[in-house]
């Protein structure tokens, strides 16, 4: 192999595996609404995010799905076998609990939860067969139920707009664009860290972060 096939095969592998540090299920059309809109209503600033915040972002919110499906797995392994369902399924409910268990504000939870029911959520941006891919075996195969998927995933994006509103409060009450960076991000989390992203405090603090 000559020296310049060598150089080209190392550089697309360095491509490929800085590809795969962002999750599919939080991607970056996710990522960019939440940056122009809020609330359903375009924002007056234009926000910009790093490569290497997204994958911050994006890994974030995929290690927090699975924390609800692993506590929601447990509730499901716990329950009397006289009052669990037939199937043992996740149901949405499970997937509440489990937010409640990692103390995602209610407030949150029932903003996704609506957005769920109501279907006002991005049906091209939530990628369904991976969430329920990623539900069903992460920590042991179990059906899903058909609405848990987009609760979960409602739930998930719901928080990734809380870390995102924050990281660019200061920017747009001083009307500023904000071209996020991840040190942005974990400054946003330790400001809230007992509050709304109380969910995110495991990625901040001495020995903490993603590694990026």
């Avoid at 192999?1 to 939080?26: D, F, P, Y």
């Avoid at 037939?86 to 903003?111: C, E, F």
């Avoid at 091209?124 to 992460?138: D, F, L």
């Amino acid at each position: 192999m000559g020296l310049e096939t060598m150089k080209k095969s190392s550089a697309a592998a360095a491509r490929k595996n800085k590809t795969k540090r962002a999750s599919s299920i939080i991607n970056r059309r996710l990522v960019r609404n939440l940056l122009r809109t809020r609330d359903g209503e375009p924002r007056t600033q234009k926000h910009a995010i790093t490569g290497e915040a997204y994958r911050a972002v994006s890994q974030m919110g995929h290690s927090i799905m699975k924390d609800l499906i692993s506590v929601a797995k447990r509730e499901l392994s716990a329950a009397p076998k006289a009052v669990s369902l037939p199937t043992r399924s996740i149901a949405a409910g499970h997937i509440v609990h489990a937010a409640n268990y990692l103390k995602v504000p209610p407030s949150l939870t029932n903003d996704a939860i609506n957005s769920a029911t109501q279907k006002t959520y991005d049906p091209t941006a939530c990628k369904a067969s991976n969430v329920r891919r990623m539900a069903q075996h992460h920590e042991g195969k179990t059906r899903v139920r058909k609405e848990t998927v987009p609760v979960l995933w409602c739930l998930v994006s719901r928080l990734i707009q809380e870390l995102i509103d924050e990281a660019v409060k200061d920017g747009e009450e001083k009307n500023r664009n904000i071209r996020l960076r991840p040190q942005i991000l974990y400054k946003a989390i330790e400001r809230k860290i007992g509050g709304s992203l109380s969910p995110f405090k495991k990625f901040v603090g001495p020995g903490q972060g993603l590694g990026l």
